[in-house]
């Protein structure tokens, strides 16, 4: 397994000029390895409603194609998102951090904890390129082909829990985040 931290490095290493949209416990890490204008910290999140936000963005700047970071627990509170990224092709990369927990509410196990799989569950929504990562290495060594080509794209991470964590705070207000990434998605890519 890997540490959620080290999954986001690889991450930050890859994403070239994509927006990322950062859900629950990734939002408090993320804005240590990347802090542009193309990342969006969806906090405070509806549970389960970020591949809406990454469709609504990917479809509207198609070139560019969008990353999100989603919690288990934030997956499993819209499964059918996964129908809807595979009947709406468009340059969305979600990867699912899995380590189990409702981890910014105090770790409660999640149901189907150890049991559920995300991939298969991908695959009977319709998506065709689903990548599996239960390491470290594996994700190094992958994350560059997962992340290229065309959407949709599903990446499960299988991460270390941590006991114990908040709800991670914003890196800044709202208001700024939109105005930040509006103004990013204005800027031609490179």
Do not use: C
């Not at 997956?75 to 129908?83: E, I, P, R, S």
């Not at 990224?85 to 380590?99: E, G, K, R, S, T």
């Not at 994350?143 to 990446?155: D, K, N, T």
Request: glycine fraction near 12%; hydrophobic fraction near 45%; charge should be neutral.
């Amino acid at each position: 397994m890997m540490t959620i931290h080290e999954a986001l490095q690889v991450l930050a290493a890859e994403r070239s000029q994509r927006v990322v949209i950062t859900t629950m416990a990734a939002t408090g890490i993320w804005p240590k390895l990347s802090d542009t204008g193309l990342d969006f910290a969806y906090i405070p999140s509806a549970m389960g409603h970020g591949p809406g936000l990454a469709l609504g963005l990917a479809l509207a700047h198609p070139q560019r194609g969008v990353i999100l970071v989603n919690g288990d627990g934030s997956m499993l509170m819209n499964l059918g998102a996964l129908v809807t990224l595979a009947n709406h092709p468009a340059n969305v990369y979600l990867v699912i951090l899995d380590n189990g927990l409702y981890e910014v509410t105090g770790g409660q196990p999640l149901v189907g904890a150890g049991r559920t799989d995300y991939a298969l569950i991908a695959r009977g929504a319709g998506i065709e390129r689903v990548y599996t990562f239960t390491d470290l290495n594996q994700w190094q060594s992958g994350a560059r082909e997962a992340l290229s080509g065309p959407g949709p794209v599903v990446i499960w991470l299988k991460i270390e829990g941590r006991l114990g964590e908040k709800t991670p705070k914003p890196p800044r207000p709202m208001a700024e985040q939109l105005a930040r990434l509006q103004a990013a998605l204005a800027q031609p890519l490179v």
